[in-house]
């Protein structure tokens, strides 16, 4: 019997994980990534527990935990205070693993070093999509032909052409109420891990295991907002606020610092699957970055999706794939719902909510990392399929 074949399209994480863990699965895999580069766009990324199992299943757990510099932290007030602290060692503890910080970059490189020279088509935008059906293959149109494939699976992002055409009735994304600047620049003194909170503006310090810091910032406002220089404007927003932030924009260059309007999908489509087509991250769950989990979903997704069509006939990929559904379409949809709420909150403007929001949490005192621990049990426990909960 022939190799079974699937067609990736996108190149990011999501899409680049699908692709191993497909190949460990014995597919014969096809990317297309529209970019000239497999260079991905972004700075700093979290690997959270339930991710780094993701990667388990690839073999590639241990090399990201390697990167893991996270030693404590915790929130912090605009003007340096501590409102909790928290030893990043308790995570390890409680969930088995810690959250690694490290540069995007990095992570697509680990993918990408396991795939077979010619796997990865750059400069192969898609045009177009059929979903096949049990009886037909799947075809994916390109400016460079057409390929034929027993899957599809779609991580072509939160504007997916994929999704529209499979659902043209589904939601468009909707703005999240704030943007975000990040960047990644060299430490010459030690930084302790933190999110600094304001009023609906935010702040992290991650430091990274080259001896960086990824550093990014939040703030309310309408879309389409731009600066000619957007150092600059961090400057001006943050320049107040206590050290380091001031000392780690100004060291900033300006090329480097990435701005984006916050879009996520608020009504998922009514299936993550139609035919022989799957989509994946945030072409189906793309959410705000609040709680560090698109990239952890998009990996969940991936390795979920491999299980569930191993060992499928080339007729029943169709089946599987309304498994598929079943399996992520809950649970992706609950993460996107919460990590909306938290950006609601972490974002709001309004200076008493942002107030009452730091008492609170202050007032918690020794509890606050324990209701923190049930806050996030429920994404961080998370298991690959196969292998039971934890």
């Given at each position: 019997m022939a190799q079974p074949h699937a067609v990736v399209i996108g190149g990011g994480i999501g899409g680049l994980t699908a692709a191993r863990a497909l190949l460990d699965g014995g597919w014969a895999?096809?990317?297309?990534?529209?970019?000239?580069?497999?260079?991905?766009?972004?700075?700093?990324?979290?690997?959270?527990?339930?991710?780094?199992?993701?990667?388990?299943?690839?073999?590639?757990?241990?090399?990201?935990?390697?990167?893991?510099?996270?030693?404590?932290?915790?929130?912090?007030?605009?003007?340096?205070?501590?409102?909790?602290?928290?030893?990043?060692?308790?995570?390890?503890?409680?969930?088995?693993?810690?959250?690694?910080?490290?540069?995007?970059?990095?992570?697509?490189?680990?993918?990408?070093?396991?795939?077979?020279?010619?796997?990865?088509?750059?400069?192969s935008a898609v045009t177009g999509v059929d979903p096949g059906s049990r009886t037909a293959p799947a075809h994916v149109l390109t400016a460079s032909g057409e390929l034929a494939a027993d899957l599809v699976v779609a991580a072509d992002g939160i504007n997916s052409l994929t999704r529209r055409t499979?659902?043209?009735?589904?939601?468009?994304?909707?703005?999240?109420?704030?943007?975000?600047?990040?960047?990644?620049?060299?430490?010459?003194?030690?930084?302790?891990?933190?999110?600094?909170?304001?009023?609906?503006?935010?702040?992290?310090?991650?430091?990274?295991a080259d001896g960086s810091v990824y550093v990014y910032a939040s703030v309310p406002g309408a879309p389409g907002a731009q600066a000619p220089d957007e150092r600059?404007?961090?400057?001006?927003?943050?320049?107040?606020?206590?050290?380091?932030?001031?000392?780690?924009?100004?060291?900033?260059?300006?090329?480097?610092?990435?701005?984006?309007?916050?879009?996520?999908?608020?009504?998922?489509?009514?299936?993550?699957?139609?035919g022989r087509v799957a989509l994946l991250g945030d072409a189906a769950h793309a959410m705000p970055p609040n709680l560090g989990q698109g990239g952890c979903q998009a990996m969940e997704d991936a390795v979920t999706l491999a299980h569930t069509v191993s060992g499928t006939d080339r007729a029943d990929v169709p089946a599987a794939l309304a498994r598929y559904t079943a399996a992520r379409r809950p649970r992706a949809s609950a993460v996107v719902r919460r990590s909306a709420r938290a950006g609601a909150l972490l974002c709001c403007g309004c200076r008493g909510v942002a107030a009452a929001?730091?008492?609170a949490l202050a007032a918690m005192g020794p509890l606050g990392p324990l209701l923190l621990r049930r806050s996030i049990a429920g994404i961080f426990d998370w298991s690959p399929p196969g292998e039971g909960r934890r």
């Open positions: 895999v096809t990317v297309c990534e529209r970019s000239p580069s497999l260079e991905p766009v972004g700075a700093g990324l979290a690997v959270a527990p339930n991710a780094l199992r993701a990667l388990d299943v690839l073999g590639l757990g241990d090399a990201v935990r390697e990167r893991s510099s996270l030693h404590g932290g915790g929130i912090r007030r605009w003007d340096g205070r501590w409102l909790m602290r928290l030893d990043a060692e308790r995570i390890r503890a409680w969930f088995g693993d810690p959250v690694v910080l490290l540069r995007r970059a990095t992570l697509v490189e680990l993918l990408a070093a396991g795939l077979p020279g010619g796997t990865v088509r750059t400069g499979l659902f043209p009735e589904a939601a468009d994304p909707v703005y999240a109420g704030f943007a975000t600047w990040r960047f990644i620049v060299p430490a010459d003194l030690p930084i302790v891990p933190a999110e600094s909170w304001g009023h609906g503006s935010v702040v992290g310090l991650m430091p990274l600059a404007e961090l400057l001006r927003r943050f320049a107040h606020w206590h050290a380091p932030i001031p000392q780690l924009l100004t060291a900033a260059e300006s090329g480097d610092v990435l701005r984006n309007d916050v879009w996520y999908l608020d009504a998922p489509p009514r299936a993550y699957h139609r929001r730091n008492l």
